[in-house]
């Protein structure tokens, strides 16, 4: 039943302590034995998306961390406040494993799931980020001969998180999308998405070569919020999208706000009486990041129809029901090549993940760089 | 058909200039000769609400206004900012009349409506700060002989929009409500229809005399925000209610998000497994006024599951349809002597509203103090 299954296999784990460290480490962890409908992967190729990082390093700030151990076995400990320590209290001193999902070979497989073995598949199981993860078959989605472990390993959370945003669109009576920090990897299947579908989408980006690699994707509405008239320019896009709901990576600061106070703008123009109330427009935006951990601004000058939420895509997928949800899954394994297609700057091994350079790189969640481990390097 | 139904009468109005003025004025307006299914009304009472401050002042800064005028005949002329004059392009030299809802007697009317002359009726028609107003006969609602023009002057405004939030409560799947700025007019109906209906209400006040207030119509969660402890007591006072569902009439400032925040920590003590997402319960806050203009400043330590939006209480009549909104009105009707009393501090005539004191004291919104005009006096 199991192939050369090794007994221990190296996993990163992430701990609060309760004298108030953030502990990032590399432990030897027993490999679980598959049950009758289990399968091992080796693990070849995993993400690091900004919601890893949400559980690897919390609001820990990397400027206080001290990087130990060997190079084989790093160790980084990052001080934490007391105010983050509280925040922190549901994984006091309980080690989180983390990585979301990730594309490996099935080495090992329980009886009812013999047909696996040798396969490569992606997995959206957490606890990706070590060299061997023990999952459920069902939860295999088993990837074409000539996809690689890389172009597989993305094959849930940025395309399905960009499928349901078209889906919250349809449910929620919306016709057209405006994207923030849209040229990530989850802003240029956006594009390729919307164009696809037909769907106006309005990409907002801080820097004039974002808005050129958008555009040359085919994205016909790009939003530079770092030019002069940024506010004007977003006005005339809604003005021709009709767009009037709003993803938000950044979540700080005064981007969401400024978003319905556009999207107000244009319903306002084309109001025959005044209504102190403003217009009757709903205007959506979700916040789905914190690309900017500062509080959320809102001057509120955009009526009294408005709404700013968070959100995340497995609530939609339930929305929207097994088939659906299904019906979307296949269309990211059939696109893996093309719409759903990652782009990674660099690979790197558990061990190199937690040295300084590596981390506080990974940190900065810089658009346009981005990394992907691969922990049998 | 008509009574002794004079050619004009006595309205105020308020106009933004194209030179970058407010200006507030009485002026002798035509009486409209009522329709076949239309009456005038003589109007004897008519509540000044923060809704009708948003039309009559907008953003505008008394302090620097000019009183000018005669005592018969005051104007008020308050200087705007440039930002303010283009927030408000919308009104830009268009005089609007104000005042959403009042009560008085019917003076005339036309043949179809015949029957509701020398009655008294309440209305909710906007342009009530006048001496006469003409509506459609079907817009009255017809008072109780003993209830009088002070007591029908608030049957619409205050009384639908404090029944609308439980009706949203319900609407949206929350089972207990939150309530900032909670002795007002409104905040105390809401209290005696929560006590009522059995719907558990966390009222926040500012004073502790406000907070004896609601404790004595037999309000029994009362957290007020300037005491020391205000968070943990808002953390107790949703763990014994789970109330999810909040209406906040300050708008700007942190008070949202530490609502958010509180629901938040109320359920996540009942998780039995971390998530960077926070819990899946929902949490929304609705804001429905502005006594603070400031930005809504959101820290977002409340996970992912939250809202926050702009709420009027006209939309939500809309969802529950024709006759649910019927038997609300008749609710409020039968209630007006009790569930759904307005108190009001003084009683001023149409010139009085003009004049410096007073206006500077409605433009205060200040809790416990709230005008009745009479344009008849």
Chains 1, 2 share one sequence.
Not at 275 to 287: A, E, F, N, R, T
Not at 302 to 322: A, S
């Amino acid at each position: 039943m199991t192939s050369d299954l090794p007994a221990h296999g190296l996993k990163l784990i992430s701990t609060v302590t309760r004298a108030g460290e953030l502990v990032l480490q590399l432990v030897e962890a027993p490999v679980a034995a598959p049950g009758a409908d289990e399968v091992v992967i080796r693990v070849e190729a995993t993400p690091i998306n900004p919601s890893d990082l949400g559980v690897l390093l919390g609001p820990a700030d990397l400027a206080a961390a001290r990087f130990e151990g060997s190079a084989e076995r790093p160790t980084v400990a990052i001080p934490l406040s007391p105010a983050a320590v509280k925040a922190l209290a549901g994984r006091l001193d309980r080690p989180l494993s983390a990585g979301n999902e990730g594309a490996g070979q099935v080495v090992a497989a329980g009886d009812a799931a013999r047909s696996l073995l040798g396969k490569r598949v992606a997995v959206l199981a957490g606890g990706m980020y070590a060299q061997y993860r023990t999952v459920r078959a069902a939860d295999g989605l088993v990837l074409p001969k000539d996809v690689t472990a890389a172009e597989g390993a993305s094959a849930f959370v940025n395309p399905l998180t960009a499928l349901a945003m078209v889906e919250t669109m349809k449910l929620e009576g919306h016709t057209g999308l405006v994207h923030t920090a849209a040229a990530s990897n989850l802003g240029q299947m956006l594009v390729r998405i919307c164009l696809e579908e037909g769907v106006p989408l309005v990409n907002i980006v801080r820097k004039p070569e974002q808005a050129e690699l958008l555009r040359s994707l085919g994205a016909r509405h790009v939003c530079c919020s770092s030019a002069p008239g940024f506010f004007e320019d977003l006005v005339q896009a809604l003005g021709e999208t009709r767009a009037t709901l709003a993803f938000d990576a950044i979540g700080g600061g005064r981007t969401a706000g400024q978003i319905l106070a556009a999207m107000e703008a244009v319903a306002a123009a084309k109001m025959t009486e005044y209504s102190v109330y403003g217009s009757g427009q709903p205007k959506q935006v979700y916040i789905y990041g914190a690309l900017d951990p500062s509080p959320t601004e809102l001057v509120r000058n955009f009526g009294l129809t408005w709404g700013v939420g968070g959100w995340l895509m497995p609530p939609v997928l339930l929305r929207i029901g097994p088939q659906a949800a299904e019906r979307l899954r296949a269309r990211v394994l059939a696109g893996l090549k093309t719409v759903f297609a990652s782009r990674y700057t660099r690979e790197i091994s558990l061990a190199e993940m937690l040295q300084r350079e590596t981390l506080l790189a990974i940190s900065r969640k810089a658009t346009g760089e981005k990394f992907l481990l691969n922990p049998s390097k």
